[in-house]
């Protein structure tokens, strides 16, 4: 069974361009969770779909934004990239129900430059 | 909040002994879920470990084992005849509101040969 798969693995943009990040979840998986991981600030949650909804968002700006689409898959879209927008941008997918475990991808390294 | 504290930054090991990480963690729920990750240097989370607190009984897989303290609210984990391929950070994550996974800040694990 394929796990959560993430697409580019790496992506240099310049500094007020826009960055368009891929996921697809786990098979069966109808949750989809992004997570920022910025270099010695750990893992900070940006935002959870479900349903093809966005239930939860972490504390970043607007220009953070995303969609689920119909299959469950999501995109992640950074406006207006800053320096401090590079990270390793994490995907996640669960089955959507409360209690289970969530099942991470490789991530995909954005640099801004 | 909910908050996730590791006081341990780094810990290092010999190969074949055993180690122990800590994690506490705040929570006014009375029934959660919290869970182990691991970060080898590819920087894909892996689940490591998961305990439901309903359940008394610590959870474990293989060499890995928790001790589960509810009333003190905290959750290690430890790795019994640690291997080379142990080597990675380790994270300890409690969700927030059903889903959302709130993360310490890591422990850097060193396996020495």
């Known amino acids: 069974e394929a796990g959560v798969t993430q697409s580019p693995t790496h992506l240099i943009k310049t500094r007020g361009q826009q960055a368009t990040l891929r996921c697809s979840p786990i098979s069966g998986h109808t949750s989809v969770y992004w997570y920022q991981q910025a270099l010695g600030l750990g893992l900070q949650f940006l935002l959870w779909?479900?349903?093809?909804?966005?239930?939860n968002r972490g504390n970043f700006p607007p220009r953070f934004s995303g969609r689920q689409f119909p299959n469950y898959s999501s995109e992640l879209n950074v406006n207006a990239l800053e320096l401090e927008d590079s990270a390793l941008y994490l995907c996640?997918?669960?089955?959507?129900?409360?209690?289970?475990?969530?099942?991470f991808g490789e991530g995909s390294w954005l640099t801004v430059v | 909040a909910q908050t996730v504290t590791q006081s341990q930054p780094e810990m290092s090991v010999q190969e074949a002994e055993t180690v122990t990480l800590s994690c506490t963690y705040d929570?006014?729920?009375?029934?959660?879920?919290l869970f182990w990750y691991k970060q080898p240097p590819s920087r894909q989370m892996i689940l490591v470990i998961r305990q439901e607190a309903y359940k008394q009984q610590n959870a474990t897989e293989n060499r890995f084992s928790v001790n589960f303290q509810k009333a003190a609210k905290s959750f290690s984990l430890k790795i019994s005849d640690s291997q080379l391929g142990d080597a990675a950070m380790y994270f300890c994550a409690y969700p927030q509101g059903a889903q959302k996974l709130v993360f310490g800040q890591g422990t850097r694990l060193t396996i020495n040969p």
């Open positions: 996640a997918s669960s089955p959507g129900v409360s209690g289970n475990t969530i099942y």
């Open positions: 779909y479900d349903e093809g909804e966005e239930r």
């Open positions: 929570t006014s729920e009375s029934d959660y879920y």
